[in-house]
């Protein structure tokens, strides 16, 4: 059993971390004493409000959502930004590292990674319009999946698009955005009716299959498997043969 005084010193020193400087709290009868206080001679309270000052926090409803259907859809800008302005709300996605067990060792077992997944789906919801033409516009980019005569299926590369999901703050400037790659929309949500109510139908949903998603800041609109190919074609080509 390690003694007291090295079991100390052990937190101590994990707690000292070279890169994180450590949040001390003074304690009553020691010099500096009145309030939750810093290495940096700032209380707790003032660094958590110096750095929410800087760095912000995001709020649920500043947010935007562009929707690149597939070129076949042939719908213009004014649909698509009458989408983007009818966008009720919008789930971005995760993605999880899949793990298999490793029982090949002594002791307990370890689960290692064995892939990457992400949602199956993402839900947007939009205010719903008179005449019902942002729903109509998802079934006829469903209908670019089947053949309505025969039910055959149509190749996946004729029907999926792109989402892309903006972070905006205050002045409602972009400081993060996501590209959902390899989107269609599985489901079109159903509206009950009902003769017991007269409220209007405020907003439908639709549940987007997709791939996976990426950075934009970092990888812009472009897939990252193509900049990674490109990047290994140019060291190639530098080589000497």
């Known amino acids: 059993m390690v003694d007291t005084t090295q079991a100390q010193a052990n937190l101590d020193s994990a707690f000292a ?18 309030g939750a206080a810093s290495t940096s001679g700032l209380s707790v309270i003032d660094q958590l409000r110096s750095e929410l000052g800087r760095n912000g926090t995001p709020q649920l409803n500043r947010f935007q959502a562009n929707i690149n259907p597939p070129a076949m859809l042939g719908e213009g800008a004014q649909t698509l930004r009458q989408m983007m302005i009818r966008t009720h709300s919008i789930l971005l996605p995760g993605n999880t590292l899949d793990t298999a067990t490793d029982s ?19 839900q947007v919801k939009f205010y719903m319009d008179e005449k019902f033409d942002i729903r109509k516009y998802f079934q006829q980019w469903q209908k670019l999946m089947y053949n309505e005569g025969t039910w ?15 972070v905006l703050n205050r002045d409602f400037k972009p400081t993060a955005g996501y590209r959902i790659w390899e989107a269609y929309p599985s489901t079109i949500g159903g509206i009950e009716f009902s003769m017991e109510s007269s ?3 405020k907003d439908f949903s639709v549940d987007f299959n997709f791939r996976y ?23 190639a080509d530098n080589e000497p043969e």
């Open 199 to 201: 409220d209007i139908i």
């Open 104 to 122: 090949n060792i002594y002791g307990p077992d370890r689960a290692i990674v064995s892939g990457i997944s992400f949602a199956d789906s993402v």
């Open 152 to 166: 055959n299926l149509k190749y996946y590369s004729e029907y999926i698009g792109t989402l892309d999901i903006f």
């Open 17 to 34: 971390s070279p890169t994180i400087r450590p949040v001390t709290i003074p304690v009553p009868g020691v010099s500096g004493f009145g």
């Open 213 to 235: 998603w990426s950075d934009i800041s970092e990888h812009g609109t472009e897939q990252p498997t193509n900049k990674q190919r490109r990047l290994a074609a140019s060291i």
